[in-house]
């Protein structure tokens, strides 16, 4: 009989044992989701509702001729709210507004700054416009204004200041040639975008036509100018002429 009522108690303590597991298993995975869910929510009110994660300042890279506070001025990041929410196309679009600036990259760096990274553009030319020496890059955009043009950069002379294919056409001609071809370009005559041509300093005219095939004719230029003569043209790159000489 005594043997009969262990064998019943230990029957027991292994049931009482096996529901207290599965009871444990039960809670086990509750407490688990109730932390995730705590550990969560915590992470969203920081990120999205504290201020511990809030817009405090904002850096600037990149800048030369552009100023810092021009920067900040058209970015006009909102401070103090979520740097989560923080709509950063919003502000590259603004910045892009800037005249002289040619790329712009906006970021968060985490825990308080926003990070704005701009590529001025670089001037290939000049042009007067109303009594005012402009730039323009290589696509023909014009932004930042000099005194007097300054030293390196060629003149565009063009007839219909407007006309904006044709100044983009001159300005990819200015970039196909190389340092050297350059330097000794005085200015660029464009009549049109199939009509440019090139008077250098010491008075030497090239006729360059449009800017297709505009690296083929920079080679054929840079060959073609170690030969007599006061006309190159070079409008069919492969069948340069000159005369003159």
Known sequence: MPSR??????????????????????????????????????????????????????????????????????????????????????????????????????????????????????PVAVIDRGGVFRAVDDTGIVFNSYRRVPAGLPRIQAADLTDSDALEAAAEVLASLTAEVRLIVDHLEVDGVDEIDLVLRDGRRVRWGSAEASEQKAEVLEALLQQPGQIYDVSVPGQPTTSGG
């Open 5 to 122: 009522r262990s064998a019943e108690e230990r029957s027991r303590r292994r049931f009482a044992r096996r529901q207290w597991t599965r009871r444990w298993l039960t809670w086990r995975y509750v407490l688990v989701v109730v932390v995730l869910v705590g550990v969560v929510g915590g992470g969203v009110y920081a990120v999205y509702f504290s201020e511990t994660l809030s817009v405090q300042g904002v850096r600037v890279f990149g800048e030369d001729t552009v100023t810092e506070e021009e920067v900040l001025e058209f970015a006009a990041v909102p401070t103090g709210g979520p740097l989560a929410t923080v709509d950063l196309d919003a502000i590259q679009r603004r910045v892009e507004q800037i005249a002289a600036v040619g790329a712009v990259d906006v970021s968060r760096r985490w825990p308080h700054d926003v990070q704005i990274e701009i590529e001025e553009r670089v």
